[in-house]
C-alpha cells in the first residue's frame, strides 16, 4: 500500500545505558538472553502460546488441510521506504500460506542477530513485526535467536515458518490451471525491488518510492470466501512477475501469453527502471499476486479484487494457452513479441 | 512517460516500417553498432518489420563484449589481492576470464564491489584509506568522460589510494575495420546515439566517404531504429553515402564539448586489442602521462597471466556482423547465460544474450 502510516511505537523496555547493543551474552542462553526474551519478544508477541514458556507451541487446529512454509529474510537495508525485515518477515510467510488458499494462524520466527545491532533496531522490527501480524491474522508462537560475531551477519537475519489451515475443497496449484484460464494481476509491479536498489544506492528521485510490502492473506479469504473458482496463486517476490509465470507455466506444462500493455508500472518505478536499464517484468514485488482463474469466473474475481485496497489495480494480462515449447511470451507495445524467461542470476543496471 | 512512450508508439512504429516497405527495392545489410541497439531491435521483434530484403547484422557495440580477455585476467589477478576493494559495472564481473570470473574470485573472499558511477568508486577510496581502490573503467566513449572525471577528481583532490584499469575503446575505428575486413557485408551503418552525444559525428563524416557507405546516427526506443533503418535505406537506394543524424533530440554535430574536454585532459589515443577482433590501431584510450599514478596497470605486477579463450566460441564472428547467434554451435546448449562461453552471452548489450533471451528457437 503507498499510503503507509508512520506507527509510534514505545521506547524499548531494554535500558540504552545499559545495553545499547546487542552482545554476544545475549545469544549465550544465560541471563541476557532472558532478558532479551522476556523484555522484547514475549513483551512484543504477547500471546498464550509464548506464554506457555514450553520448548515449542501447543494449538487445536479444526482443519482436515493444513499448509506449512517456510521463509528467510536477509536485507539491506533492514529498515526501507514502506517496510522493513520485520513487516516483511511477516508479509512473506503469510503471503506464501494464503498462496497455497490457507488462512494463516501461527507464525514461528528464528532470528540471527550480529553482535553490536541496535537494541533500539531490534525493538523496532520486533514491534514491526507484531503490527503485520496483528493485520494479517496471525499470532507468533514460538521464537529463537542466536547471536553471531559482528561481521558473521548483516545486521539481523529472520526466518519465519508458519501454519495455516485449509477450509475449503479447491486444489489450488499449478497443476489445476487449465488451457483458456485468464491470469489477473493484482495491481502494479516492481515498487518493492526499485524501493529497495534506490536507498541502496543512494539514488533519490522527486518522490520516495515505497516497497508495496503487504499482507495478502485478507483478499485471498475474500476470493475464497466468495466461492469463486480459482486454479492457481502465486505471490511476486524475488524474480518478479516474469519469474513467477515461468515456474507456473513450467510447473503445469501449459504456456502463457500476456500483453505487457496492461502490466501496470507506476511512472516513477518505469522511469527508474529505464534508466537502469532494468525490466520491471523481473523486479520484486511483496504485496502484489497473480490469480489463475476460469474465464467464466474471470469479472467476478476482479471485481472483489479491485473492492479491495491490494487489489484496485487489478487486471486481466494474459491467459493460458496450450503448452509449446516456449513457456511464455509477452506482447510488447508495438505489437510484436517476445519470449519471457527465467533470468540466470540478477538483473544489473547497464553500462551506458 | 515522455520521451519513451511516443517511440513505442504502435501506430508510428507500423507508419515506419510501412516506409522502410515502399523505398525499399533492393537487398541491403545494415548493421547497429551499439550493443543497446541490438537489444532493442530483438527485444521488440523489429527485425521481424522489416521487409525481407533487409538484413541487419549486429556490431561490435557492446562495451563488455569487446574487453579484451588479458584485461579480464589482470582484472580478476588485482581483485584476488588482500589489498584491494575492486570496483566495476555490474555485467563484467559476470563475464568469462581464462580460468574464472569475477564472481567467482567474490566467492572466494575477494573484496568486489559493483558501482553505478566510478565516482561511487572514489567515494569508496575515501572511505578506505588503507585499501587500494581499482576501478574497471571500461567502455565506449559513451563512459570515458565519467571515467576522466574519476581520475581527474582523484588528482585534484590528492586521493592516492584510487586507480583506473583502463580498457576504453572507440567506435570510428571499429567502424573502419569493418569495412575494410574482405569478410564485409555491411552496406550501412546506424552509429550508436549514445556515443555522437559525446563525441558528435564529424569523425564519421571522411569515413562514409572514403568507403561509399551510409552511416544514420540512430537512437535506442522503436521508432527511433526504424527511422534510423529508413534514412539508411533512402540514402542506399539513391546511391548516397552520408553521415545523417536521426537523434537530433540528443546528438548534435559537435558533440558534447565539457565531456570531450575531460576526456582529452586523461585520456590520449592508443592502439587497442578488441577481444574478438584483435588490435586496432588508434581504437582504444590510455591514461596521459599526468595520470600515470592512478593507472592500476602500472600500480600492479601483472606479468605471467595467461589468457586462453574457449575454441568453441564464435564471438569473434559474431562482434564483426559476419555470424549470427544462431550460427554457433555452442549456442543455447554449451553456452547459457548461466554458462557463458563467451562474454556476448553475458553482457546485457551481448547479441548471443539478446537472442537467447527473447529469440531462442
Known amino acids: 500500500?503507498?499510503?503507509?502510516?508512520?506507527?509510534?511505537?514505545?521506547?524499548?523496555?531494554?535500558?540504552?545505558?545499559?545495553?545499547p547493543r546487542v552482545l554476544l551474552a545475549h545469544g549465550s542462553g544465560g541471563t541476557l538472553t532472558n532478558q532479551l526474551i522476556d523484555k522484547i519478544f514475549?513483551?512484543?508477541?504477547?500471546?498464550?502460546?509464548?506464554?506457555?514458556?514450553?520448548?515449542?507451541?501447543?494449538?487445536?487446529?479444526?482443519?482436515?488441510?493444513?499448509?506449512?512454509?517456510?521463509?528467510?529474510?536477509?536485507?539491506?537495508?533492514?529498515?526501507?521506504?514502506?517496510?522493513?525485515?520485520g513487516s516483511l518477515a511477516i508479509h512473506g510467510?503469510?503471503?506464501?500460506?494464503?498462496?497455497?488458499?490457507?488462512?494463516?494462524?501461527?507464525?514461528?520466527?528464528?532470528?540471527?542477530?550480529?553482535?553490536?545491532?541496535a537494541m533500539e533496531d531490534l525493538w523496532r522490527v520486533a514491534n514491526s513485526m507484531q503490527r503485520a501480524a496483528e493485520e494479517a491474522g496471525v499470532q507468533i508462537v514460538s521464537g529463537d535467536t542466536k547471536v553471531v560475531d559482528k561481521g558473521k551477519a548483516d545486521g539481523i537475519f529472520i526466518n519465519t515458518s508458519g501454519v495455516g489451515v485449509i477450509e475449503h475443497d479447491q486444489s489450488i496449484c499449478p497443476q489445476s490451471i487449465k488451457e483458456g484460464d485468464c491470469i489477473i494481476l493484482s495491481g502494479d509491479i516492481a515498487r518493492h525491488g526499485m524501493a529497495i536498489m534506490a536507498v541502496r544506492e543512494s539514488l533519490s528521485f522527486e518522490n520516495t518510492i515505497e516497497s508495496d510490502s503487504a499482507s495478502l492473506s485478507d483478499l485471498v479469504l475474500k476470493l475464497i470466501k466468495s466461492k469463486v473458482t480459482i486454479h492457481c496463486m502465486r505471490d511476486l517476490t524475488r524474480g518478479g512477475l516474469a519469474t513467477a509465470l515461468v515456474e507456473i507455466a513450467k510447473a503445469s506444462s501449459m504456456a502463457i501469453e500476456i500483453d505487457e500493455n496492461v502490466i501496470s508500472v507506476r511512472e516513477d518505478v518505469r522511469g527508474v527502471c529505464e534508466i537502469l536499464g532494468i525490466d520491471p517484468l523481473y523486479v520484486a514485488n511483496e504485496g502484489?499476486?497473480?490469480?489463475?482463474?476460469?474465464?467464466?469466473?474471470?469479472?467476478?474475481?476482479?471485481?472483489?479484487?479491485?473492492?479491495?485496497?491490494?487489489?484496485?489495480?487489478?487486471?486481466?494480462?494474459?491467459?493460458?494457452?496450450?503448452?509449446?515449447?516456449?513457456?511464455?511470451?509477452?506482447?510488447?507495445?508495438?505489437?510484436?513479441?517476445?519470449?519471457?524467461?527465467?533470468?540466470?542470476?540478477?538483473?544489473?543496471?547497464?553500462?551506458? | 512517460m515522455k520521451f519513451v512512450d511516443e517511440y513505442r508508439n504502435k501506430e508510428s512504429v507500423q507508419k515506419i516500417a510501412q516506409a522502410i516497405k515502399e523505398i525499399t527495392k533492393h537487398p541491403w545489410t545494415i548493421m547497429e553498432i551499439c550493443g543497446g541497439q541490438t537489444h532493442s531491435i530483438i527485444r521488440f521483434g523489429l527485425d521481424e518489420l522489416l521487409p525481407k530484403e533487409i538484413t541487419l547484422v549486429h556490431g561490435p557495440g557492446c562495451p563488455v563484449c569487446v574487453t579484451p580477455l588479458e584485461s579480464i585476467d589482470r582484472a580478476i589477478a588485482i581483485a584476488a589481492r588482500e589489498d584491494v576493494i575492486f570496483c566495476s559495472f555490474g555485467d563484467m564481473i559476470r563475464?568469462?576470464?581464462?580460468?574464472?570470473?569475477?564472481?567467482?574470485?567474490?566467492?572466494?573472499?575477494?573484496?568486489?564491489?559493483?558501482?553505478?558511477?566510478?565516482?561511487?568508486?572514489?567515494?569508496?577510496?575515501?572511505?578506505?584509506?588503507?585499501?587500494?581502490?581499482?576501478?574497471?573503467?571500461?567502455?565506449?566513449?559513451?563512459?570515458?568522460?565519467?571515467n576522466a572525471m574519476a581520475a581527474y577528481m582523484a588528482k585534484k583532490q590528492g586521493i592516492d589510494n584510487f586507480s583506473l584499469l583502463v580498457s576504453h575503446v572507440l567506435v570510428p575505428p571499429a567502424i573502419e575495420t569493418i569495412l575494410s575486413s574482405k569478410q564485409n557485408k555491411v552496406q550501412g551503418f546506424l552509429a550508436a546515439g549514445h556515443?555522437?552525444?559525446?563525441?558528435?559525428?564529424?569523425?564519421?563524416?571522411?569515413?562514409?566517404?572514403?568507403?561509399?557507405?551510409?552511416?544514420?546516427?540512430?537512437?535506442?526506443?522503436?521508432?527511433?531504429?526504424?527511422?534510423?533503418?529508413?534514412?539508411?535505406?533512402?540514402?542506399?537506394?539513391e546511391n548516397r553515402y552520408e553521415v545523417e543524424n536521426s537523434y537530433a533530440r540528443c546528438v548534435h554535430r559537435e558533440g558534447n564539448n565539457k565531456a570531450m574536454e575531460i576526456i582529452k585532459e586523461v585520456f590520449e589515443v592508443s592502439s587497442r586489442k578488441w577481444r574478438g577482433i584483435g588490435i586496432i590501431p588508434q581504437s582504444g584510450l590510455i591514461l596521459r602521462k599526468d595520470y600515470f599514478q592512478f593507472d592500476a596497470e602500472r600500480i600492479f605486477d601483472l606479468e605471467n597471466i595467461k589468457t586462453?579463450?574457449?575454441e568453441e566460441c564464435i564471438s569473434a564472428l559474431v562482434l564483426q556482423g559476419i555470424k549470427n547467434p544462431h550460427e554457433c554451435a555452442a549456442f543455447g546448449k554449451q553456452c547459457r547465460p548461466d554458462h557463458p562461453l563467451g562474454a556476448p552471452m553475458v553482457s546485457s548489450e551481448g547479441a548471443c544474450n539478446a537472442y537467447y533471451r527473447y529469440k531462442r528457437r
Request: net charge negative; glycine share 8%.
Open chain 1, 1 to 19: 500500500m503507498t499510503n503507509k502510516k508512520e506507527y509510534n511505537f514505545p521506547s524499548c523496555p531494554i535500558p540504552i545505558s545499559d545495553y
Open chain 1, 42 to 85: 514475549r513483551s512484543v508477541f504477547n500471546n498464550d502460546y509464548l506464554n506457555q514458556s514450553h520448548d515449542g507451541a501447543i494449538a487445536q487446529i479444526s482443519a482436515n488441510k493444513i499448509a506449512m512454509t517456510t521463509d528467510s529474510y536477509v536485507i539491506h537495508p533492514i529498515f526501507f521506504p514502506g517496510g522493513d525485515i
Open chain 1, 93 to 117: 510467510t503469510v503471503n506464501d500460506l494464503a498462496m497455497c488458499g490457507a488462512r494463516p494462524l501461527y507464525l514461528t520466527v528464528g532470528f540471527i542477530l550480529e553482535e553490536g545491532l
Open chain 1, 288 to 352: 502484489r499476486f497473480i490469480c489463475f482463474v476460469p474465464e467464466s469466473e474471470a469479472k467476478e474475481v476482479l471485481a472483489i479484487m479491485k473492492a479491495s485496497p491490494l487489489g484496485n489495480d487489478a487486471s486481466i494480462i494474459g491467459h493460458v494457452v496450450k503448452g509449446k515449447k516456449t513457456l511464455v511470451i509477452a506482447k510488447n507495445q508495438i505489437g510484436t513479441t517476445r519470449i519471457v524467461d527465467m533470468l540466470s542470476s540478477e538483473q544489473l543496471p547497464r553500462i551506458c
Open chain 2, 95 to 146: 563475464v568469462p576470464g581464462s580460468q574464472k570470473d569475477l564472481l567467482g574470485v567474490k566467492a572466494e573472499g575477494a573484496d568486489i564491489r559493483i558501482v553505478y558511477s566510478p565516482m561511487d568508486a572514489l567515494e569508496i577510496a575515501k572511505k578506505n584509506p588503507s585499501k587500494k581502490v581499482v576501478f574497471f573503467a571500461i567502455g565506449f566513449e559513451t563512459t570515458a568522460p565519467g
Open chain 2, 195 to 237: 556515443v555522437c552525444t559525446i563525441m558528435g559525428y564529424e569523425e564519421y563524416e571522411p569515413i562514409a566517404k572514403k568507403y561509399k557507405t551510409p552511416i544514420v546516427v540512430t537512437g535506442f526506443e522503436p521508432f527511433d531504429i526504424l527511422q534510423g533503418v529508413h534514412m539508411c535505406i533512402k540514402q542506399l537506394e
Open chain 2, 308 to 310: 586462453c579463450e574457449p
